[in-house]
Nanobody
Framework: QVQLVEFGGGLVQAGGSLRLSCVAS????????MGWYRQAPGKQRELVAR???????NYVDSVKGRFTISRDNAKNTVYLQMNSLKPEDTAVYYC????????????WGQGTQVTVSS
């Protein structure tokens, strides 16, 4: 089992920044990928950013150049630095952990609300 706990959500004005953190515990391996997803009201959950155990990253087009995903394997933590936030970034953000060879997260955090006011 893997437990994920997110921190760092909140209310911010457009143009502002937030940093989300996700701490993993349990049967985790630093070689496995982790990712951040988000779900806005009335919309499906979407991948925001993903990072492999080796540090390779990919992002949804709408956040490229504004968001940065990183990880600290010694702390079992993955981060999402969000800059130049827009109202359309408002959503519940979830951390996900992929088991080896998984194409979707096998474990999820409880989510943290990010609200960007215009």
């Amino acid at each position: 089992q893997v437990q994920l706990v997110e921190f760092g959500g909140g209310l911010v004005q457009a143009g502002g920044s937030l940093r989300l953190s996700c701490v993993a515990s349990g049967s985790i391996f630093s070689i496995n990928a982790m990712g951040w997803y988000r779900q806005a009201p009335g919309k499906q959950r979407e991948l925001v950013a993903r990072i492999t155990g080796r540090g390779n990253t990919n992002y949804v087009d709408s956040v490229k150049g504004r968001f940065t995903i990183s990880r600290d394997n010694a702390k079992n933590t993955v981060y999402l630095q969000m800059n130049s936030l827009k109202p359309e970034d408002t959503a519940v953000y979830y951390c996900g952990y992929y088991r080896t060879f998984s194409t979707e997260p096998d474990y999820w955090g409880q989510g943290t609300q990010v609200t960007v006011s215009s």
